[in-house]
């Protein structure tokens, strides 16, 4: 399996914006988290988690290309599935986009529900951190995650149906959004929040 240090070589070649390295780095903190709250392989986990957005800047954030262009990105670096990219982290990968039309991986399993709800967490988690006073995620507590995903208004684009889908993993959503919390917290001065 490929390791952490070439997981973060390849974020520093590929991945340019901030505020996407830092989501990355979320998603594999939370991704750690679930995976031993599930008794799975942490590592491995929080890697689906730090790679998943790995093309987004090399598309220049084109929805059309998003994990279209991971692969190309693989050949490039001479990593092959199988070998260096477990085959349940590249379905992982693949299945977190399962809505673009050239996507044939389908979330079906425990690792693909948890990178799509861990990766969209992520960005409402900040986003509940930056309307508090302090803007820190300290301030954030599992209501106000609660309150603030039934309201439609609040961080738009976040898929809250996929969140919803940790609860195919059988973790209630308020115990993922305190696991996500927790990991985050435990990391907040690496991410600046």
Request: glycine content about 4%; charged content about 35%.
């Amino acid at each position: 399996m490929i390791t952490r240090a070439k997981c973060n070589e390849l974020l520093e070649k590929y991945v340019t914006t901030p505020w996407l390295k830092m989501h990355m780095r979320e998603s594999d903190l939370i991704m750690q988290a679930v995976a031993k709250r599930l008794n799975e392989d942490p590592e491995k986990w929080g890697l689906s988690g730090l790679l998943h957005d790995l093309d987004f800047d090399y598309v220049n954030k084109d929805p059309k290309w998003h994990v279209i262009k991971f692969d190309e990105i693989l050949e490039k670096e001479g990593l092959k599935v199988g070998i260096d990219i477990d085959d349940d982290v590249y379905h992982a990968i693949r299945a977190h986009y399962e809505e673009h039309p050239e996507i044939k991986e389908k979330r079906e399993n425990n690792l693909d529900y948890a990178l799509s709800a861990s990766e969209n967490l992520s960005g409402f988690l900040v986003a509940c951190a930056l309307v508090q006073p302090d803007k820190k995620i300290a301030s954030v507590e599992v209501e106000s995650v609660t309150k603030k995903l039934k309201k439609k208004d609040f961080a738009k684009a976040v898929r809250r149906d996929l969140i919803q889908d940790i609860e195919k993993v059988d973790i209630s959503l308020e115990e993922f959004i305190q696991i996500a919390l927790d990991a985050i917290k435990a990391n907040a001065s690496e991410l600046g929040l």
